[in-house]
């Protein structure tokens, strides 16, 4: 593609051709092969020595890039090789699939990271070593985050452990040894935490708020099938607290998940923006309530569907955890879960 110099770069955007390349008169004079520079670029403008990038626009100022793709709006990335589908992106490098990324270094093997601020020495976006992360979204399989500090705004993380300083996280999963945490929602699987809240399946927490299957807990409110906590509030079907003990019966549902993916699977029989649509269609909890007959329907009327579901999960599938916050995916994001937990329980050894 062509390069012309413009005068601003308000001049370039006001270009007549959009995918003609741009530089300034500066970048010119340090640069005179500038058009041999800029031939596989589209609409960059001052990048310098990119190689076989394609289809990217709106860049400036990057240098040293090579076989990038589909890469919009970014600035001042370096020694980026291989990048597909960037875009927002700010002194990056070796990255691929990133958006709204800014002042990342030493990056390797990222793949659709989104929101990152301030990273550095990343690897495979799973590991340690990363600072200040904000506004990141569906990181999976994390480990040894006691290394990161003043995470925010984290959601729908999984596998983490020895997790610190976290703050207004949801719908996260399988955590361990977390500490001051706050305004968490959705967490299941926890153990070792304090200060969180919406948690579920948790053990040894402290301070939590509207929690259900914890053990070991204390100072929590609103909690429901606990076991040895103390200084709640609020609480039902507890033990080894105050009131009542009775509890209510939770039916079993042999090879839950194969059940439940029979169900779902059947022509417009899945429908995950309510509980029931009707009596053949069901979002994923309203079928496991469903498939559990008398015994599930009489256990959602005394709670919730929500409830329900999670403890029929909970008491037929121990080993294949189900976080709440599948129940409330889209249609295609829950059936690829189901799909997966039935393929886990197919694999699982003959009890």
């Not at 593609?1 to 004079?29: H, W």
């Not at 305004?183 to 926890?190: D, H, L, M, N, R």
């Not at 070991?216 to 507890?238: L, P, V």
């Not at 469903?290 to 599930?296: D, F, I, M, N, Y």
């Amino acid at each position: 593609m062509t390069t012309q110099i413009f005068s601003t770069y308000s001049d370039f955007l006001r270009r007549d051709n959009k995918r003609c390349n741009g530089v300034s008169p500066e970048f010119a004079e340090r640069n005179q092969d500038y058009q041999q520079q800029n031939e596989a670029n589209t609409a960059c403008w001052n990048c310098s020595h990119c190689s076989d990038c394609s289809d990217c626009s709106r860049c400036s100022d990057c240098s040293d890039c090579s076989r990038c793709s589909d890469c919009s709006d970014c600035s001042g990335c370096s020694v980026c090789s291989g990048c597909s589908g960037c875009s927002d992106c700010s002194g990056c490098s070796g990255c691929s699939d990133c958006s709204g990324c800014s002042g990342c270094s030493d990056c390797s093997g990222c793949s659709v990271c989104s929101g990152c601020s301030g990273c550095s020495d990343c690897s495979g976006c799973s590991g340690s070593g990363c600072s200040v992360c904000s506004g990141c979204s569906d990181c999976s399989d994390c480990s040894g985050c006691s290394d990161c500090s003043r995470c925010s705004r984290c959601c729908v993380c999984s596998d983490c452990s020895r997790c610190s300083r976290c703050s207004r996280c949801c719908r996260c999963s399988r955590c361990s040894g977390c500490s001051d945490c706050s305004g968490c929602s959705v967490c299941s699987g926890c153990s070792d935490c304090s200060d969180c809240s919406g948690c579920s399946d948790c053990s040894r927490c402290s301070r939590c708020c509207v929690c259900s299957d914890c053990s070991r807990c204390s100072r929590c409110c609103r909690c429901s099938r606990c076991f040895d906590c103390s200084d709640c509030s609020d609480c039902s079907r507890c033990s080894d607290v105050k009131g009542d003990k009775s509890g209510f019966a939770v039916p079993v549902l042999e090879n839950i998940h194969q059940q439940v993916l029979e169900a779902v699977s059947r022509p417009n029989a899945l429908d995950m923006s309510t509980w029931h649509t009707c009596e053949t269609t069901h979002c994923r909890a309203g079928w496991v309530v469903a498939l559990a007959g008398k015994e599930g329907q009489k256990l959602e009327s005394k709670t919730s569907t929500l409830f329900a579901a999670m403890q029929i999960y909970h008491k037929s599938s121990p080993q294949i955890k189900v976080s709440p916050m599948r129940f409330f995916e889209s249609n295609e994001v829950a059936m690829r879960d189901m799909e997966r937990c039935a393929e886990l329980e197919k694999k699982a050894p003959e009890k």
